[in-house]
């Protein structure tokens, strides 16, 4: 939970630079090259995350691995991260980033999770409730967890509403096994 607070705030920040200098895509689009980078090489991954390399050396290794130069902004945000010894809330930041442009554009991303997939017009009539109670698009971002056994867990932003199954058995476990100790 520590480092979303802070992945919002360095997304937040890279956010606002970028829309200042009409360069949101192209920072948007080096910072996802980079995680697909650091994801697809664990050696990259290591090596960008090692407490004893410097910032500088690791921003020359991966910009040499990319086979181009960071921009500007985008290089001294890394730089920054790097720093700060943040190099592992990269993601995070990057996923804050896509959400603050989509709320730009008056959209928000909303978490759904459920023990079963979600048919197509259960998806649109989620979708249909979503947007009147926030007047906002609304972009869904499904996942299916077994482990919830029933119900549904929606995310919106930092708010859940949760009626599954598998927190129902957990409010009944939290308020019956005090009484049989």
């Known amino acids: 939970m520590k480092n979303s607070i802070v992945a919002k ?46 910032p500088l050396s690791k921003m020359q290794g991966v910009q040499e691995v990319l086979e181009q130069p960071f921009m500007p902004e985008t290089a001294s945000f890394l730089m920054m991260i790097l720093e700060k010894g943040r190099s592992d809330i990269l993601e995070e930041v990057l996923e804050q980033f896509k959400h603050l442009q989509l709320e730009e554009q008056g959209i928000i991303v909303v978490k759904v999770s459920t023990a079963n997939p979600l048919t197509e017009e259960e998806e649109q009539r989620l979708i249909e409730k979503l947007r009147k109670e926030y007047n906002k698009e609304i972009q869904l971002e499904t996942h299916v967890l077994p482990e919830l056994l029933g119900g549904i867990r929606i995310q919106v932003e930092d708010t859940v509403f949760d009626s599954t199954i598998r927190r129902r058995l957990d409010k009944m476990r939290e308020v019956l096994l005090p009484q049989f100790r």
């Open 9 to 54: 705030q360095y997304a937040s920040a890279i956010y606002q630079a970028s829309t200042a200098t009409g360069k949101v895509d192209a920072i948007l689009h080096q910072m996802e090259q980079l995680a697909e980078l650091l994801h697809s090489y664990p050696e990259v991954l290591l090596f960008w995350q090692h407490p004893q390399i410097k």
